[in-house]
């Protein structure tokens, strides 16, 4: 089962197969806007999902903690444009 851990001092979230790192959204800190800046899944779990949930992730604690959410990852801009 795939897990996903918010790291709020390493800014970013990482999805977990167990105890095996399978991928991860970063973003960067700018006053009160955090930007995505890159998401990448292990190629033995993509099409599952994951991407997703990890940039979902990242929102909902942006949103959770007050602030702005930008990409310049072009997958995590797709998914906050729609």
């Given at each position: 089962m795939?897990?996903?851990?918010?790291?709020l001092d390493e800014n970013k979230a990482i999805a977990y197969d167990f105890e095996k790192k399978v991928g991860e959204c970063d973003f960067?800190?700018?006053?009160?806007?955090?930007?995505?800046?890159?998401?990448e899944v292990d190629s033995?779990?993509?099409?599952?999902?994951?991407?997703?949930?990890?940039?979902?992730?990242?929102?909902?604690?942006s949103q959770k903690y007050n602030k702005k959410?930008?990409?310049?990852c072009s997958y995590a801009r797709k998914i906050i444009e729609k």
């Open positions: 795939i897990e996903i851990i918010f790291k960067e800190k700018i006053d009160d806007i955090w930007n995505i800046t890159h998401t033995d779990y993509q099409g599952q999902g994951i991407a997703r949930k990890l940039v979902e992730n990242v929102i909902e604690n959410i930008t990409a310049t």
